[in-house]
């Protein structure tokens, strides 16, 4: 059975950083696009954070952001397609949220994921 674990998250104030981690394992075909989303206390709907599309190897992968976190999010791979990192700098009160990692085994990444992590709260305050 597959699973993502998420390890990160936590409190930080308002401008500082935070760094989330997730890592695939037990699925029987390799990602082809990780992401993470958030939902934010009241909110119905997951919002796409960030998304990375592997190319023929993590070298030419493609990134996507938000544009509420553009400039200030970073999502990376490090040679390992079953593992993203999402860097958070210059954190505002309003990415309070609880952020789950989501990937795409198997599947086309035009998709709605087939995986998802437990998630991770990550709070910011002024």
């Known amino acids: 059975q597959g699973q993502l674990e998420e390890s990160g998250g936590g409190s930080a104030r308002t401008g500082g950083s935070l760094r989330l981690s997730c890592r695939a394992s037990?699925?029987?075909?390799?990602?082809?696009?990780m992401a993470w989303f958030r939902q934010a206390p009241g909110k119905e709907r997951r919002e796409e954070v960030a998304r990375i599309e592997d190319g023929s190897s993590t070298s030419n992968a493609v990134t996507n952001y938000a544009d509420s976190v553009k400039g200030r999010f970073t999502l990376s791979q490090n040679n390992d397609k079953n593992a993203v990192d999402l860097q958070m700098n210059s954190l505002k009160p309003e990415d309070t949220a609880m952020y789950y990692c989501?990937?795409?085994?198997?599947?086309?990444?035009?998709?709605?994921?087939?995986?998802w992590g437990q998630g991770t709260q990550v709070t910011v305050s002024s």
């Open positions: 037990g699925y029987p075909y390799d990602s082809n696009c």
């Open positions: 989501a990937a795409w085994h198997g599947i086309s990444c035009i998709s709605p994921p087939n995986s």
